[in-house]
C-alpha cells in the first residue's frame, strides 16, 4: 500500500505529523506533498517534527484568490500522482488543499481519507470557506476520520455508511503530547522561549490572543483590539499575542496595538514556542480550531471570538465561551476570568486523549 499525506497549512501539519511518524514506525509506503499555502508557518511545523516533504508546490502567493489557488492545485496535483502513484490519498480538515487534493483525486481514481471528518457549522455564507471545504471533501471521501460522536453523527445524517466512518479522536492531541514530551525534557533548550521568558513578566496574568478566520476580518479584529486595549489597562495582566501573517489580520492588529506596552505583539511562534506559551497562559483567547482542542489537555480556558463553532464539544464540557467580536463582551469575559471566575472544572478533553494516529494507522493496515 502506497500512502501520500496532503496538506498545505500550519494546522494540517501539526495534525498530520503524529500520523506520519505512526504510518512511518509500521513500515507503510508513505510520502508526503506540500501545497504550501501557508509557506513560512508549514516550514515551521515540519522543521519541528522532522518531516521533509517528497513533493513541494509551493504555491503561496501574495493575495492569492482562492479560485486561483483552487486551480493551480487541481492542474499540479496531477503530475504528483503520476509519479508518487498513491494506492490512498490523505488530506486533513477543511482548507482549499483539503478539498482541492481531494478532488484531484478522485479524477484520478485514487481513494481518499479523510482526517478530521464531519466537523460542521452548516454555514457557508460567504466568507466561509471552511464549511463549503469540509462539506465538499465528505461528499469526495471515501474513508472518514472523525474525532468525536458529533462528527460522526454530523456524517451519519448525511447518508455516509457507518462502516465508512471511523472514529478515532483528534490527531493534534497526539501532536501536543508528542511536543510536551519534547520541550519538557530538562536540557531542552529553545532560543525563541528564552528570549520570551526574558521578555514577559512572570508575575502578571499572561492572556493569550490569536486569530486568523475569514469571518473576523476588518470589524472583528478592530473589536478585538479594542478590547485588548481595555483589558491592557489592569496591572495583573499581561497579553501576548503572536500575531498571523495573513496581511488582513498583521496590518490592524498592529495598527492598533502596537504602541502598548502591556501588550507583546510577535510573529507567529513555532509549534513547541506555542505550546509554551499555552502552557505558561492564564487563558486563551482565540478563533482558532486548534486551539479549541488543545487548550482542555493543558486545563486552560478558551474565550472564542466567533459566534458559531464547528467545535461544540469543549463549549458544552465547559472549556470554552463563544464571546464572539462584540468589544464589550470580550472585554468583560476576561476580566471576569481575571477577577476570579472558574467556570471550567476537571473533565476529560473531548476531542481526544492522544491515540488517534494509532487508531487511523491500524485501520489503514487491516483494511488496505
Ligand atoms: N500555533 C502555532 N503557533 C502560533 C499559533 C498557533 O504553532 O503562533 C498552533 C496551535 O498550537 C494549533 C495550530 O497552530 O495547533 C492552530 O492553527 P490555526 O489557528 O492557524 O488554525 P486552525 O486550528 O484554526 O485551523
Not at 60 to 78: E, V
Not at 299 to 321: H, Q, W
Amino acid at each position: 500500500m502506497k500512502i501520500l499525506l496532503c496538506f498545505g497549512t500550519r494546522p494540517e501539519a501539526i495534525k498530520m505529523a503524529p500520523l506520519f511518524h505512526e504510518l512511518q514506525k509500521n513500515n507503510v509506503d508513505v510520502q508526503v506533498c506540500v501545497t504550501a499555502q501557508h509557506r513560512e508557518m508549514l516550514d515551521q511545523v515540519l522543521d519541528f517534527f522532522a518531516i521533509v516533504p517528497d513533493y513541494d508546490l509551493d504555491l503561496m502567493q501574495p493575495n492569492q484568490s482562492l479560485n486561483g489557488l483552487s486551480a493551480t492545485i487541481l492542474s499540479k496535483m496531477d503530475g504528483v500522482f503520476a509519479v508518487a502513484k498513491p494506492d490512498l490519498i490523505l488530506v486533513h480538515g477543511d482548507t482549499t488543499t483539503s478539498s482541492m487534493v481531494a478532488l484531484a483525486a478522485f479524477h484520478n481514481g485514487i481513494t481518499v481519507g479523510h482526517i478530521e471528518a464531519g466537523l460542521r457549522t452548516y454555514n457557508k455564507n460567504a466568507p466561509f470557506p471552511e464549511e463549503v471545504n469540509r462539506q465538499l471533501t465528505s461528499r469526495i471521501a471515501d474513508i472518514h476520520f472523525t474525532p468525536t460522536a458529533a462528527a460522526t453523527q454530523n456524517l451519519l445524517n448525511e447518508g455516509i455508511l457507518p462502516a465508512a466512518i471511523i472514529q478515532t479522536g483528534n490527531t493534534v492531541i497526539d501532536a501536543l503530547l508528542l511536543a510536551l514530551v519534547k520541550i519538557g525534557k530538562v536540557d531542552y533548550q529553545h532560543p525563541e522561549i528564552e528570549q520570551l521568558k526574558r521578555l514577559i513578566p512572570t508575575h502578571k496574568k499572561m492572556v493569550l490572543v490569536t486569530g486568523h478566520r475569514r469571518e473576523n476580518f476588518g470589524a472583528g479584529f478592530e473589536h478585538l483590539c479594542e478590547a485588548l486595549l481595555s483589558v491592557s489597562e489592569r496591572e495583573d495582566v499581561t497579553i501576548v499575542y503572536p500575531v498571523h501573517l495573513n496581511p488582513n489580520v498583521k496590518y490592524i492588529v498592529y495598527e492598533k496595538l502596537s504602541h502598548n506596552e502591556n501588550i507583546y505583539l510577535i510573529p507567529p511562534v513555532s509549534y513547541p514556542v506555542f505550546v509554551w506559551l499555552m502552557q505558561q497562559s492564564f487563558l486563551i483567547v482565540t478563533d482558532s480550531g486548534g486551539i479549541q482542542e488543545e487548550a482542555p489537555s493543558l486545563g486552560k480556558p478558551v474565550l472564542v471570538t466567533r459566534t458559531v463553532s464547528e467545535r461544540p464539544e469543549g463549549v458544552t464540557a465547559g472549556f470554552s465561551i463563544l464571546v464572539g467580536t462584540d468589544q464589550q463582551k470580550i472585554s468583560t469575559t476576561i476580566c471576569s476570568f481575571l477577577d476570579g471566575f472558574s467556570g471550567f472544572g476537571p473533565s476529560i478533553n473531548p476531542y481526544g486523549t492522544g491515540d488517534a494516529s494509532r487508531k487511523i494507522a491500524d485501520y489503514l493496515l487491516k483494511h488496505y
